[in-house]
């Protein structure tokens, strides 16, 4: 059994760029997802706030984790983070975490060039939502996969 200790305190202030994302997320939610607002959305659409996402996307929110090169901030998984950290404190409804981290980042990482101008793009544009997908056994768990393209 091995033990480690941490002399020093760790520091978990966030960086410039990050406190942009931050307080420009919690602005957005803030006033999109007010408590009216998320129980209006559970009870008439299928809980995800079409609205909102588009201000995700106006502000350039949505891409905020995302490679530069492929039309995002650059952030990586902190920019998805803070981001999301944001959406729960008003429990936004909206697929951030599920798209971003289970199907762009994916995407941006393991794509190929035209998957990525197929998917990406529209997706930071507003005009396709992606999603992963998972292959699983009878009892629900996953299976081993693997991405492929051709």
């Known amino acids: ?17 990050l406190a942009i994302v931050r307080d420009l ?6 006033s999109r997802a007010d ?3 998320v129980r209006l959305i559970e009870n008439t659409q299928d809980g995800h706030d079409r609205d ?24 990586g998984m902190l920019g998805l983070i803070t981001l999301a950290e944001q959406q729960g404190r008003r429990v936004a409804p909206v697929r951030l975490v599920d798209v971003v981290a289970g199907a762009a980042f994916p995407l941006a990482e ?3 060039a ?10 930071l544009e ?25």
């Open 114 to 123: 035209d998957q990525k101008t197929r998917w990406l793009d529209p997706l």
């Open 126 to 150: 507003g005009r396709h939502i992606v999603a992963g997908a998972w292959l699983t056994d009878g009892n629900g768990d996953r299976k081993s996969t693997r991405l492929n393209s051709s």
């Open 1 to 17: 059994m091995s033990t480690h200790t941490v002399t020093g305190a760790l520091d978990f202030t966030l960086d410039e760029e």
């Open 35 to 37: 408590v009216d607002r």
């Open 110 to 112: 393991a794509g190929d």
């Open 52 to 75: 909102l996402w588009a201000s995700l996307v106006e502000t350039g929110l949505l891409g905020v984790a995302l490679p530069e090169d492929l039309g995002g901030g650059g952030l």
């Open 25 to 30: 997320a919690s602005e957005v939610f803030a």
